[in-house]
């Protein structure tokens, strides 16, 4: 004790130092590398999605523009924010969030996946243009399965830290936090740029079938399409009537439209079908065509439908699909 201090009065113990706080002998818990690796992934989800949704704003319309900006935008940037947040700031309300946000989003994919391929099994259809979806979304279901497995274990590990007495010393933003959102926005804009680079023509007349919108069978040839809003598509093209059957007869337009065992029949009459020039601006061209002789595969639900028709006296296949 220096000479300047008053001694201690009579009876009473000498003043012990205070201890250093407790947090500062409790050291911050640390992310494995699997929820890294998992936490990476889910903000490039966040990213693409962003990304994908600004690139659609060229053929939705209003409506659907402002559902966009309302839910997809603020849902990915804030899946994107709560991962980091829990990661690198140590939130444990982060880590709350991002584990319902996950779980949440695996089962909606996870549902998707099983109805969609369990109605496509039990039916019988063509699945050949099909598989590489469900492969896709199968593999987004797994990723999703395990981030959200790890943030459950993170959000324990935070939990069982902050009863000990840690507290994460994050109040504000950092520089780097600022860094990471430009690095963010850079990203979303570099991912949309590249996707509206080279956007799938609107409409083209005569082309060859590698020009083709969508796939048409092997033999056809002079394509003619135009597209219109959100898949709305039609096209023509010339091809002999057995290419015609086996293409129509191996799946044609929507997993629902494929589930639906609507069958090809003979034209009695006639029967009519929209054309391409419909979604030109200014097209001299008839919008839509008659055929007296020929097939025809028809099939509709609610506001969606897929037709293709047959002219047996041209040698001329007529296709319109509309899915809203």
């Known amino acids: 004790m220096s000479s300047l201090e008053p001694p201690d009065p009579p009876g009473v113990l ?33 990213v693409f999605w962003t990304a994908l949704a600004a690139t659609g704003f060229n053929s939705l319309k209003l409506f659907e523009i402002v559902a966009c900006m309302v839910i997809l935008w ?4 804030l899946v994107a924010w709560s991962q980091y947040a829990a990661i690198v700031r140590h939130s444990l309300s982060a880590a709350n969030r ?25 039916k019988g259809i063509n699945l050949r243009f099909s598989w590489w979806l469900f492969a896709i979304v199968g593999a987004v ?25 840690y507290v994460s ?43 083709a919108p969508e796939d048409v069978p092997a033999g056809a040839t002079d394509l003619s399409f135009g597209r219109g809003h959100r898949g709305t598509i039609a096209y023509e093209f010339l091809i002999d009537e057995q290419g015609f059957v086996d293409w129509v007869n191996a799946g044609l337009g929507s997993i629902e439209a494929q589930s639906s065992g609507a069958k090809l029949r003979e034209i ?28 025809e595969y028809l099939w509709s639900k609610e506001d969606r439908g897929v037709h293709a ?12 699909a509309h899915y809203h």
């Not at 409790?26 to 889910?42: E, H, M, Q, R, T």
């Not at 009695?268 to 097939?295: D, K, M, Q, W």
């Not at 047996?312 to 296949?317: F, G, I, K, L, V």
Request: one cysteine or more; a positive charge.
């Open 309 to 320: 028709i047959f002219d047996r006296d041209t040698n001329r296949a007529y296709y319109e």
């Open 268 to 295: 009695n009459g006639s029967a009519s079908i929209r054309r391409y020039p419909v979604f030109i601006p200014n097209h001299p061209g008839e919008t839509s065509a008659t055929v007296l002789h020929g097939l």
């Open 141 to 165: 279901v797994f990723q999703l399965l395990i981030a959200a497995r790890e943030s459950l274990r993170w959000k324990r590990t935070l939990a069982t830290a902050e009863s000990a007495g």
């Open 14 to 46: 000498p003043t012990a130092p205070i201890p250093a706080p407790l947090v500062a002998s409790i050291a911050p818990p640390k992310p494995g590398w699997l929820l890294i690796v998992s936490a990476v992934l889910v903000i490039a989800q966040s």
């Open 169 to 211: 010393q994050k109040r504000t933003y950092t520089l780097r936090e600022m860094f990471a959102a430009t690095g963010y926005i850079a990203a979303v804009l570099g991912v949309s740029t590249a996707m509206m680079r080279d956007p799938p023509a609107k409409f083209g007349e005569h082309v060859k079938r590698n020009e």
């Open 98 to 122: 991002i584990y319902a946000l996950l779980f949440f989003l695996c089962s909606m994919w996870g549902l998707f996946l099983v109805v969609t391929l369990g109605e496509g099994i039990s």
């Open 74 to 77: 603020p849902l990915a940037i």
